[in-house]
């Protein structure tokens, strides 16, 4: 059943009738939208101006959403919501839907995907979107085995194989492969962060780091090992982690024997060669390859040891330190050297220990030619340069480079109190 508004309860402007308020029973806010006229922009409420004839009625089925049915002159077709007339279609809707229908493109789509029924401009753009379906990877890189299924994607691959950065950042040096990551990067200078947290005070610059963010509310951890139980809110992490089962380690140092699973744990390792200790502590005097060891060292002046063993009164001002210490406790070695039967509580224990078999000596001392297996024993050998002696004496004035030698000379003192 439809109930007739006269087309003289409005003005020769539609506009005065696009919100039926109390017409009819119950229809509220019915508001009309053009979807592939490019000439509009749908700004003013979804106002059209359009001939029709003399009535305009309102669809009053129960199971469908309200709709108005405007009869336009050259009438072409019509569906339950939409009506073409002269090459356009008109969308009635309700205006709770409207929002999400405004940001959509509004120009018309003839193209449809046989196999998901999106519809696209033109027959190029629809056969670039079936190759998602098919996998077909026509283009090959002829520099590796790697093949891709759009153009595009080969040319950017192949910069990795040739070092061009085009995309050139205008406030600093650094240039990039793809404009995406150029895009990125320039939020960097601005340090604009647009993307809030609605569950915290966190903002982030990207949205999708915001996402990363907002599964650390939820718990929600998607990626899952196939060979383990660990699951990862990220998929990188989770395919860092994988690594661990192939054992494959694609980043090796060009000044050692040394290769790594991550990018960046060989970045860190790189430090050792150059000596660059870029990170300085502003109480002290004191410099560090890393960020995190600086944090960890800036403790040191607060005197801050907020983690504290269940086992024990000890207190330590690193996380790491107290479970170190935990597994003195219970005894735990769960690091197993493969060439003798020696266990160890640390994994950092284990390799110091693994280069006794090997002979292997990483850390080279900037000053002389020695070579050291472990970087403690460097750290004591630059003493001898430097002249630096960190360890004094509680009873005498007497200083020493070496933790061990204090503890010697200590006993000179026990022996007089005997």
Not at 140 to 161: A, D, I, M, P
Not at 351 to 362: N, V
């Amino acid at each position: 059943m439809s109930e007739s508004i006269s087309s003289e309860e409005c003005t020769a402007n539609f506009a005065k009738c696009i919100s039926f308020y109390n017409i009819g029973n119950g229809i509220k806010d019915v508001k009309v939208e053009s979807i592939n006229d490019e000439s509009y922009y749908p700004e003013v409420n979804g106002i059209i101006n359009a001939k029709f004839k003399e009535e305009i009625k309102v669809n009053k089925e129960p199971t469908k959403t309200p709709a108005v049915e405007i009869k336009l002159e050259e009438e072409i077709g019509i569906n339950d919501d939409s009506i073409a007339f002269s090459g356009h279609s008109y969308f009635i809707k309700h205006e709770s839907s409207i929002k999400s229908q405004l940001s959509t493109d509004n120009r018309e789509k003839t193209y449809q995907c046989g196999q998901c029924f999106n519809t696209f401009l033109n027959e190029k753009i629809l056969k670039k979107h079936q190759k998602t379906h098919t996998r077909i990877k026509p283009y090959q890189c002829s520099l590796c085995e790697k093949v891709f299924s759009r153009n595009g994607s080969l040319v950017y691959h192949l910069r990795t194989h040739t070092g061009e950065k085009p995309y050139k950042c205008n406030q600093c040096d650094k240039a990039f492969v793809h404009t995406v990551h150029l895009k990125k990067h320039r939020i960097t200078h601005t340090g604009e962060k647009t993307h809030k947290c609605s569950q915290c005070d966190k903002a982030f610059t990207q949205y999708s780091k915001l996402l990363q963010h907002h599964k650390s509310h939820t718990g929600e951890k998607p990626y899952q090992c196939s060979i383990c139980n660990k699951a990862y809110t990220q998929k990188h992490h989770l395919l860092q982690h994988q690594k661990t089962h192939t054992g494959e380690k694609p980043y090796q140092c060009s000044q050692c024997v040394k290769a790594f699973t991550q990018k960046g744990d060989l970045i860190k390792h790189q430090v050792i060669h150059t000596g660059e200790k870029p990170y300085q502590c502003s109480q002290c005097d004191k410099a560090f390859s890393h960020s995190g060891t600086l944090i960890q060292h800036q403790v040191t002046h607060t005197g801050e040891k907020p983690y504290h063993c269940s086992e024990c009164d000890k207190t330590f001002s690193h996380k790491h330190s107290l479970i170190r210490h935990q597994k003195t406790h219970t005894g735990e070695k769960p690091y197993q050297c493969s060439q003798c039967d020696k266990a160890f509580a640390q994994k950092s224990n284990l390799k110091s220990h693994r280069r006794t078999h090997t002979g292997e000596k990483l850390y080279n001392c900037s000053q002389c030619d020695k070579y050291f297996s472990q970087n403690s024993f460097l750290k004591i050998h630059t003493r001898t340069h430097t002249g630096e002696k960190p360890y004094q004496c509680s009873q005498c004035d007497k200083t020493f480079a070496q933790k061990s030698h204090l503890k010697s000379h200590q006993r000179t003192h026990w022996r007089e109190i005997i």
